[in-house]
C-alpha cells in the first residue's frame, strides 16, 4: 500500500474520465486516492464518487470509503510552492 495512486480532481474534472481511471486503480491494486481542493472540486469529486460506488455495485464489490483532510504542496505561477488542504477520499474495494 506504500504505493497509493492518487487522482486530483479539479473543478472542470471530467467526471466520467476520473471514474474510468479510478475503476481502473481499483480493479488493479483494490485502492486508489482522489484528492480535490476547493468547493468546485470538492463538488466535481463527490459526482465521481457517486458514479464510482454504483459500478462498484452493480460489479459485486463491498467498499469502503474514509474522506480525510491532507495537506498538499500546490505551485503557483510564479513556481512557487504553497502549501494547501486538500480532502482526500480513500476508496478501498474486494470483489465479493
Not at 491494486?29 to 466535481?44: E, H, L, P, T
Not at 469529486?45 to 460506488?53: E, G, S
Request: aromatic content about 8%.
Amino acid at each position: 500500500m506504500d504505493n497509493i495512486k492518487v487522482l486530483k480532481v479539479a473543478g472542470d474534472s471530467n467526471i466520467n474520465a476520473v471514474m474510468d481511471a479510478a475503476i481502473k486503480e481499483i480493479t488493479e491494486s483494490s485502492i486508489v486516492n482522489i484528492d480535490c481542493i476547493g468547493v468546485k472540486a470538492s463538488y466535481q469529486a463527490v459526482k465521481v464518487l457517486i458514479l464510482l460506488t454504483e459500478r462498484l455495485v452493480k460489479s459485486g464489490y463491498k467498499f469502503y470509503i474514509r474522506p480525510y483532510y491532507v495537506k498538499v504542496d500546490t505551485l503557483t505561477k510564479e513556481n512557487d510552492t504553497i502549501a494547501k488542504t486538500a480532502i482526500r477520499w480513500t476508496i478501498i474495494a474486494k470483489k465479493k
